[in-house]
């Protein structure tokens, strides 16, 4: 669940809030940078952002960033638990491949979940094909997901559900846009549309697209 995230300004101020309280709870590996300071490296590019990645996808296939050159790929971490944003985002983006008509098969659409735990090949297979059916679905191992996640400056925490054993997920929603040549371009915040979206995809694609359907 990252409703939290999702709208900009009070991102910031609720995140330290996350920051604070997650710190106990993250013993299992590394220490993890607070959506904070990980939102404000990613505004200000402050660090390189991308980087390689090796996953197994909804096929159960490996699948590394190597596979993904030639295409524009439009990058997204969440989770399939997710109750809102990241359906919403999900929709925004298969919205925005879709209005580029064909000129929407050099883009590439990928999740990539940051709950490996919950979220198996088989059970991104059925949630990927509910928004798109060039969806590539991702997972991996703990660590992998972690190092993916990590590249692109993407924070995400388990927060348990109080009075069960379930939890949620909560993490930054940005969709990334990254080159074919696999070089990351820049990032769309939370709550972009998918015309926004098809905008800036149409300044990079080949021109086939280009020419605006009012200016005959
Ligand atoms: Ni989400």
Request: charged residues 20%; neutral net charge.
């Amino acid at each position: 669940m990252s409703a939290r995230f999702r709208t900009w300004p009070l991102a910031m101020s609720v995140a330290l809030l996350t920051g604070a309280l997650g710190a106990g709870a993250q013993t299992a590996t590394a220490p993890k940078r607070s959506a904070a300071e990980l939102m404000d490296v990613l505004m200000w590019n402050k660090e390189p952002i991308g980087g390689p990645f090796s996953l197994i996808d909804h096929t159960r296939r490996v699948k590394t960033d190597a596979d993904f050159r030639g295409k524009w790929l439009l990058l997204y971490f969440g989770s399939t638990y997710c109750p809102d944003v990241c359906p919403t985002d999900l929709h925004v983006i298969a919205q925005a491949v879709d209005q580029l008509g064909p000129a929407g098969d050099a883009v590439q659409p990928v999740f990539i979940t940051v709950d490996p735990e919950r979220d198996s090949a088989e059970h991104l297979a059925e949630y990927v094909a509910l928004f798109h059916p060039r969806l590539v679905g991702l997972t991996g191992d703990p660590a992998a997901i972690s190092r993916a996640a990590s590249a692109y400056k993407v924070f995400y925490a388990k927060v348990p559900a109080a009075g069960t054993l379930e939890y949620s997920v909560d993490h930054t929603a940005f969709i990334y846009l990254v080159d074919p040549a696999g070089q990351y371009v820049g990032f769309f915040p939370p709550g972009t549309s998918a015309e926004r979206l098809g905008q800036v995809l149409r300044q990079h694609l080949p021109s086939s697209n280009r020419a605006s359907p009012v200016a005959r």
